[in-house]
């Protein structure tokens, strides 16, 4: 089946450094892709989204590209902040079965803290 | 913001009761799944509601159960609880027919079962 794999956290990074976080997904079809961040106690906030091959999501500095060829969708930003530290999951959407619903499939979330 | 509401935020039940939870769909969204997050996991598909049907289900047992309303809010009920069933449960909505798939995700109800 479907399968979202992402790094091993926690990553810890000091202010204005530069992220990473990388995903690779196993899929049949050309699922779309999502990046979802979640802030201690609370719930899902979609992130950025691709939708089909080379792709580019974009939200708040925040930046992944849609790579079929490597069946990656890595999460990038250029500067961060401590404001950034959540847990950061990897997505893509899949068909339930054989039906219309569609579903996430989530990676097990990778863990950024960001310090002064 | 993204407009879908859960409530009860925190709960905590017995093993061998049973539990509902609610959530309220973002305006124009006409489906609505739910989804099980254990601590250090990602969220795990449990089913999604359709038209008042349901349209589709992850691996879980048949003590989960769901309603969907006319007015597209949701319950999700779990019977028998077991302390495996402790985690976040969260309650998510899109609108079918989106090519984009985008689905958006309330806070959560966390359940813990002693």
């Known amino acids: 089946g479907n399968s979202v794999t992402q790094m091993e956290g926690p990553v810890t990074l000091s202010e204005e450094a530069f992220l990473t976080i990388n995903c690779t997904y196993t899929?049949?079809?050309?699922?779309?892709l999502f990046w979802y961040v979640q802030y201690p106690g609370e719930g899902l906030q979609l992130l950025l989204k691709?939708?089909?091959?080379?792709d580019k999501g974009s939200n708040k500095g925040f930046e992944a590209t849609y790579r079929k060829e490597t069946t990656s969708f890595h999460l990038e930003k250029g500067s961060v902040q401590v404001s950034d530290s959540a847990v950061y999951f990897c997505?893509?959407?899949?068909?339930?079965?054989?039906?219309?619903?569609?579903?996430?499939?989530f990676g097990t979330g990778t863990r950024l803290q960001v310090t002064l | 913001e993204t407009g879908v509401t859960q409530s009860p935020t925190h709960l905590i039940k017995t093993r061998g009761q049973q539990v509902t939870l609610r959530c309220s769909s973002q305006?124009?969204?006409?489906?609505v799944s739910w989804y099980q997050q254990a601590l250090g996991q990602g969220p795990q598909f449990i089913f999604q509601?359709?038209?008042?049907?349901?349209?589709g289900r992850g691996n879980f047992p048949p003590r989960f159960s769901g309603l969907q309303f006319p007015n597209y809010s949701s319950e999700l009920n779990v019977n028998a609880l077991e302390l495996d069933d402790s985690a976040l449960y969260l309650c998510?909505?899109?609108?079918?027919?989106?090519?984009?798939?985008?689905?958006?995700f309330g806070e959560g109800s966390w359940l813990t079962v002693v």
């Open positions: 998510a909505s899109s609108f079918l027919g989106d090519s984009g798939n985008t689905i958006y």
């Open positions: 899929a049949t079809g050309y699922p779309s």
């Open positions: 691709a939708t089909k091959a080379d």
């Open positions: 997505a893509l959407s899949d068909l339930v079965n054989t039906g219309t619903a569609s579903k996430l499939t």
């Open positions: 305006s124009g969204h006409n489906t």
């Open positions: 509601y359709y038209r008042e049907e349901e349209n």
